[in-house]
């Protein structure tokens, strides 16, 4: 568990907090982070170079744009990945800056270097050197520019550095884009909030990748409704803070559910089933419908074939994994774990769906009638009450 | 963890109890500290996985969860409440009259040579029954009986499976007929619907049962039919009708008090699976022996007896048909025959699902497409 630290040029340093992460992420973050020590270092010697040898050096100026893109990607990825702690993301960014200060200067290199992109203000063309520089392709480039409603240059570029930046490659920031361009009209700062907000429930990269691709709704929707649901999981559930993050990041559809209705959800899973935490987690549990985990869990309990441990936890018969009942197809579920027949199953939905119905709608009326059957028992007193009277 | 406790998860753990118990059967909550522990609908099940697990082996899972899930109902055409339009009302519904069914199954089918024809006698059915059910697989439910223009209702609502037992009793026109264990009416309300009573005896011990005997009559059979096939109703000790009655009728249903399982598993009141009535329960196949051997002693020598319970159990099946019959046999020099209902059985094959491996008898188990019984029933003939 040693340490690596990499100057920068105004002396700053960065630190990583290992005590967080296990050995052997820590061992490979030490060795990208001697690799990013050397490049950085060469990478300053490039920067001032660059700009002399511009003019003279055209041909290679594509590559080096694209070694500095990769690096910035490097740096990024190691920076804000897995830790709690938020690495100062100042860094960078000013690195972005520098990037965009060092094209401005080579606009005319650009055009002659490029084919020719729909013409436009020299503001657009700064927009695509940008994103050319962040690591998009022309393809990408064209993607992006072609979302409608089409944003301000200012504002897309905002955006896109702010998910680049959180780690997320280039390609998925792209889709995300284009599969929900809502997010395009977010406010600057709630961008900024809902980041480091991110960054602190350590969602970053891989992980923001596949919930911004399911969920983007976790960029645009409000704190407080972000908030509910963590709440839920923490205080209701009592899930631990790691808990949390993965769940989140493993079924990001969490977000979108009735707090009441993941709540009941949990309890279903640890009291009528008996599944704990750490196993609801790492079998993603909670990204299932009730609906399909009630019809599956009771199908199998009434055959017999699935029983509620008791108080140590114990079952007659061992209980099938959930994999086996949630994650496989229902033909495989029906054939490997329940064994019985798709009509049977057919007709047993059919059956549940309208006992809970019944049930839902006594339990509404329920209160009010107690008080009529409670006077009715007392009537039918001597005949069944032996048991019962003391 | 407590305050996941707390936070609806009581609602839960209730729902938890596999059994649905009407509200008005629970514990009274007014007494009782906490729920009941082990309610006597999960000894019942338990029991049960213990016994028929064994006895059914990869059969039980589908056979509980058929119990434990909602049973399906056949609508028994009432015909005293004369109105045609009953059975196009049931149509319309997508129901079909399953005995009906069977009848034109019966007829397609070739009397291919069997080595023992079966004779006419034996298998034929009692006639004039009409029940409709729902198809396999649908889980439509009947709307509930209305009241006809002749005061009577138009059908009566039961489980399909407990007409087999009066269907394969096959009663002819004129036939004195005893029904030992009548409450609370069902197959006796059936009897009366072949309108081949010439007599007709209704007797169950208990006076409660009884009374509920005589509301279904009232409502279902004008008294003019009641006087005709001369209806008697009495509350009397079953096991005595060998010296009361002996050799008087021409068909005798001995439909026995049993474990009655499907309703073990969902009514609490009463259940027979509660702790203090274990000796009850024990006692129960040695009931049943005497009922039927009393039932057999009140058969015409020549005439035909049906033995029926609503319970999975060999003990109270085959174990009893064949104890009655080695008394009789002991100890009153009496010789029966075991009719053999492979042929009854095919008719019905559709609408039911028959356990394939019984011994003496049929037995209809349940399953989730075509939800009714368990009813087992067994046909004898009373040589001498």
Redesign the interface.
């Known amino acids: 568990m040693g340490r690596a630290e990499a100057q920068d040029r105004g002396g700053r340093k960065w630190r990583n907090e290992e005590a967080l992460l296990p050995a052997q992420e820590s061992q490979r973050r030490d060795r990208t982070m001697a690799a990013l020590g050397r490049q950085v270092l060469d990478w300053h010697r490039l920067i001032p170079l660059s700009w002399a040898s511009i003019l003279r050096q055209t041909p290679h100026f594509g590559e080096q744009k694209r070694a500095t893109a990769s690096l910035l990607r490097k740096l990024t990825t190691a920076s804000s990945g897995g830790a709690l702690k938020g690495l100062p993301h100042v860094q960078p960014r000013k690195y972005v800056q520098e990037l965009e200060c060092g094209t401005s200067l080579t606009q005319c290199l650009l055009e002659k270097q490029r084919a020719p992109v729909d013409g436009g203000s020299s503001e657009r063309e700064e927009l695509i050197s940008s994103l050319l520089d962040m690591g998009f392709t022309d393809v990408h480039v064209q993607e992006l520019l072609s979302i409608q409603p089409s944003p301000h240059p200012q504002q897309l570029l905002a955006i896109v550095s702010k998910l680049i930046l959180l780690g997320v490659n280039p390609e998925p920031v792209c889709v995300a884009l284009k599969k929900s361009p809502q997010l395009l009209k977010l406010p600057i700062m709630h961008m900024e909030k809902r980041s480091s907000y991110l960054r602190k429930l350590g969602i970053g990269e891989g992980k923001l990748k596949r919930v911004l691709h399911c969920c983007p709704e976790i960029f645009t929707m409000h704190q407080r409704d972000i908030d509910r649901i963590v709440k839920v999981l923490r205080e209701?559930?009592?899930f631990t803070v790691q808990q949390v993050t993965e769940i989140l990041h493993r079924c990001p559809y969490v977000l979108r559910e009735d707090p009441g209705e993941l709540?009941?959800k949990f309890?279903?899973a640890?009291?009528?089933m008996g599944v704990n935490h750490s196993d609801m987690v790492r079998t993603d549990f909670l990204q299932y419908s009730i609906t399909k985990i009630r019809q599956r869990h009771t199908?199998l309990?009434?055959?017999?074939?699935y029983q509620?441990p008791d108080k140590k936890g114990q079952t007659q018969i061992p209980n099938p994994l959930v994999k086996d009942i949630l994650r496989v197809s229902e033909a495989e579920f029906l054939s490997k774990t329940a064994?019985?027949t798709a009509?049977?199953f057919?007709?047993?939905k059919?059956?549940?769906a309208?006992?809970e119905e019944e049930?839902s709608e006594?339990h509404m009326s329920?209160d009010k009638?107690t008080s009529e059957?409670?006077e009715?028992?007392e009537e039918d007193e001597d005949?069944?009450?032996?048991?019962?009277?003391? | 963890m407590a305050s996941l406790v707390v936070s609806g998860a009581r609602h839960l753990l209730r729902r938890a109890d596999f059994a649905k118990v009407l509200r008005r059967h629970r514990h009274k909550k007014k007494w009782a500290a906490t729920e009941p522990k082990f309610p006597a609908t999960r000894l019942a099940l338990q029991n049960f996985d213990m016994t028929y697990g064994v006895q059914f082996g990869d059969l039980w899972p589908s056979i509980r969860v058929s119990l434990l899930s909602e049973q399906k109902y056949g609508a028994l055409v009432n015909n005293f409440a004369a109105c045609d339009h009953v059975s196009d009302e049931l149509e319309q519904l997508h129901a079909r009259d399953f005995v009906n069914k069977a009848h034109s199954h019966g007829e397609l089918e070739p009397e291919s040579g069997q080595t023992a024809a079966p004779s006419p006698a034996s298998w034929a059915c009692s006639p004039n029954l009409r029940c409709f059910t729902f198809t396999r697989g649908d889980v439509s439910r009947f709307p509930p009986a209305r009241l006809g223009s002749l005061g009577v209702m138009d059908y009566y609502l039961m489980d399909a499976a407990s007409l087999l037992p009066v269907l394969a009793l096959g009663l002819q026109p004129g036939d004195t007929v005893l029904d030992l264990c009548a409450a609370p009416g069902g197959k006796t309300l059936a009897l009366l619907q072949t309108d081949c009573c010439r007599n007709l005896a209704a007797n169950d011990l208990s006076t409660s049962r009884t009374g509920r005997l005589h509301k279904v009559l009232h409502s279902y059979v004008p008294q003019d039919v009641r006087d005709k096939s001369r209806v008697r109703v009495t509350s009397w000790d079953g096991r005595k009708w060998g010296e009361l009655e002996g050799d008087a009728y021409d068909r005798v249903l001995v439909d026995v008090p049993c474990t009655t399982d499907r309703h073990s598993l969902h009514e609490e009141e009463n259940n027979i699976f509660q702790r203090s009535r274990k000796k009850e329960r024990q006692m129960l196949p040695m009931l049943q022996v005497q009922l039927l051997a009393a039932g057999l002693l009140a058969t015409k020598p020549g005439g035909y007896v049906v033995y029926s319970t609503c319970s999975l159990s060999h003990l109270q099946n085959e174990y009893v048909v064949q104890g009655a019959i080695e008394l009789l046999a002991n100890q009153y020099n009496i010789e029966v025959r075991v009719e053999d209902l492979t042929h009854f059985r095919k008719l019905f094959m559709d609408t039911f699902s028959f356990f394939p491996s019984c011994q003496v008898g049929e037995l209809v188990i349940p399953n989730l497409l075509a939800n009714f019984g368990p009813m087992y029933f067994c046909k004898m003939c009373r040589l001498t």
């Open positions: 209701k559930c009592l709540e009941y309890q279903y640890y009291f009528r199908f309990e009434r055959l017999g074939r509620t064994y019985s009509e049977e057919e007709v047993f059919k059956l549940l309208r006992e049930e006594s329920g009638s059957e409670e009715e028992e005949k069944d009450e032996d048991e019962d009277e003391d």
